[in-house]
């Protein structure tokens, strides 16, 4: 028998590594196996320390929109590193980035640059508060905004009541402000305003949800959540850490055509290096040090090697036609997919904007939390490790999204719709 070597390097991490990873999803809890251990990356693929190559629809979780080592973004990388990994002083591109930034989210008028998409969350939560004078927040069931204690929080027992810790290590009291609702229903929107609204900071929500698969809020839930912050005086703060720069040149906000407060970015905006910011209106951005009362700061804040594979990032993004091909090549994907299911008599449903995806093992497309993880996982299991199988790499959990990015050909594309449809006659048998 041949030796893994991803099962000899998982060995070797566990006993150094909780768990064997740096950050939980990684370790294929949800679907059994062995995690691959990724020895390099190029354009839409990478390969295991087999030296076995996937198609990659992860994208580091959605950074890596143009595929990986792109020339321009290396090349400014390779130019950076020369110059200085960190100064701990200010820099011209980190206003360069700021530029692009604004230029791009037209409801942002400053910004700040911070180091992941956590920190980023965190720190609009604390501006909402400051800027409010505020306690209550609203978050929503299935929505993940990193792993600040006040959001690691699941819905209490009653309608529009507060949370309790999802987390070991988080006390009953960081999440005593949180109220989490469920994804989509109104009503229970407009309860915890008529009840709260007058304490209430903010509300925050991913408008195009990343985190539960692939859920959007609709039309109208989205409406409410900014008129109910409008007429309450909260800030609507989108999470766009997943979807911006993702689902379209201008995000979430930009598909669904609603202005909120504060916005979260993160994941793209960086290219793969680790780099988030927040943003809004000027008179709330001043509120932050060293010119107002919120405190906020970062050693490796606006770091310039990051700054130089962001702003080449968004370079490339930005050029005209980039997200009608990202979009097409997307819907190629997903509906390949539907007819490979369909074909085979398998409950499928899919769903896209930009470059990312969600598919589900249903009829019909959840619009909530609850409905999502009604999902037979011995069958989402029985796909993920066929396409694995089969050199196609998809998240290992069925409560993520997918991401393509520039550099997935229509060859892979093809390969990835025949390699399900294998599995969909498996699936169907049983
Ligand atoms: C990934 C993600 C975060 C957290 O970002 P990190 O860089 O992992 O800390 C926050 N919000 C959303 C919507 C995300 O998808």
Redesign the pocket.
Known sequence: MTIDNNQRLFERARTVIPGGVNSPVRAFKAVGGTPRFITRAQGAYFWDANDQRYIDYIGS??PMILGHGHPAVVEAVQKAVTEGFSYGAPTEREIELAEAILALVPSMEMVRLVS????A?MSALRLARGATGRKHIIKFEG????HADALLVKAGSGLATFGHPTSGGVPPEAVQHTIVLEYNNVAQLEEAFALHGNDMACLMI?AIA??MNFVRATPEFARRCRELCTQHGALLVF?E??TGFRVGLHGAQGVLGITPDLT?L??VIGGGMPL?AFGGPRAIMEQLAPIGAVYQAGTLSGNPVATACGLATLTEIAKPGFYEALSAKTRTLVEGLKSAADAEGVPFSVASEGGMFGFFLFDELPQNYATVMTTDNARFNTLFHGLLDRGVYIAPALYEAGFVSAAHSDADIAATIEAARQIFKTLAAH
């Open positions: 979780w959605g992941s998409g956590t920190e969350a929505c993940y905004h990193g991913e990343g985190n999470d850490v997943m979260v993160g994941k988030a």
